[in-house]
DNA sequence: GGCAAGTAGCTTACTCGTAAGCTACTTGCC
DNA sequence: GGCAAGTAGCTTACGAGTAAGCTACTTGCC
């Protein structure tokens, strides 16, 4: 299945040139002793998950929420019932600082979306709750996301998005290691 | 990377699994109705994106600038002799609102690495030029940029490379089609 | 020529994130 | 048991972006 692009910049491939080609083209001529390659590939890295972003805010937009917001819910159903998770766990796993956290937690619990309560077990914690209307909404809001992300991916093939799978994860490996 | 990760050409899913396979997987535990597979190839994009976002910013202290003006300069040094360029096509350019592009050229014309002079021909605009010193910064700078990313590709061969370039610019023009 | 509409860049108010420091509580060690 | 060190979550100060509105200038149309 490797009808592979081998040859540079022939009438190899369907795709026509986009926004990235331009400027890779811009940095060859202006300083042709770099290898451009990466910056292809991390150029449009950036530009699809800023893109997409963009998108899912936006379809986020009718429930109430923000993309971080939603994330914060989303961790929560995904950890399954009681949907209860403490907020060191969320910013943990959401990358983001403790303070980072509170700020949206406070949003989505005056939107009544989760309740803090004390930890039974460790009075300096705290277990944060997807409240009914919490999970009903992020139960939503995370189907409308995944339809946006398979709009994008119409076009390629079903081998076409495994294989782009087996090399993000790469790439992520690359990326993220030390 | 450590060992072996590279046998990715057979029918074994090579890579070890990520934190996105942990999250997908606890999804299909949840909502066992959901077709995961988009939520897996855009999770490791923004992944990547971040990551490397970290990488570069990092990398580019050392020449006392944020990622954000090494784009503002890179835009004008990749423009050509004489590295002029108007603060709207820069704003257009990096997708940025003209109010921050505002701060952005305040801070780099602080910093010496550009300069705003008046446009001759149309008295509401201005050009933005760089300065020596911001012409050899963005030239070194780019040069460090590239090293991380380079290193960040170094577990996919060559193929592989070409490969995701063509999936990604496939992924590119589904998420930014309309 | 004169005027409405458009454009360039800056300012202001606001949002959402970080870093660092705080208090309260828990843990580990003697 | 008692105390130093670590941890949980919140607060404060700040940075960098957006949206919207401003002034100054240009353009297009009559």
């Known amino acids: 299945m490797t009808t592979k692009a081998t040859r540079t910049t022939d009438a190899a491939k369907p795709a026509g040139k986009d926004p990235v080609d331009a400027i890779t083209a811009q940095w060859a001529e202006v300083r042709p002793d770099l290898d451009t390659a990466p910056m292809a590939v991390f150029g449009r890295v950036y530009r699809v998950a800023r893109a997409m972003g963009d998108r899912i805010e936006k379809a986020y937009d009718r429930f109430g929420i923000a993309r971080g917001e939603f994330d ?4 929560l159903r995904r950890s399954g019932e009681p949907y209860t998770l403490s907020p060191r766990q969320l910013s943990a796993t959401l990358m983001l600082t403790t303070g980072g ?10 939107a009544g979306l989760l309740s803090r309560s004390p930890d039974p077990h460790d009075r300096r914690g705290l277990r944060v ?22 709009e994008a991916l119409e076009g390629l093939r079903e081998d076409q998005v495994e294989q782009l799978q087996e090399l993000l994860r790469l790439l992520l490996a690359g990326s993220t290691r030390d």
Chains 1, 2 share one sequence.
């Open 72 to 75: 914060v819910l989303a961790t």
């Open 129 to 150: 709750t997807l409240s009914e209307r919490g999970l009903a909404i992020v139960d939503e809001a995370v189907v409308a996301g995944l339809e946006i992300q398979h």
């Open 101 to 110: 956290m509170t700020g949206r937690l406070d949003k989505l619990e005056r």
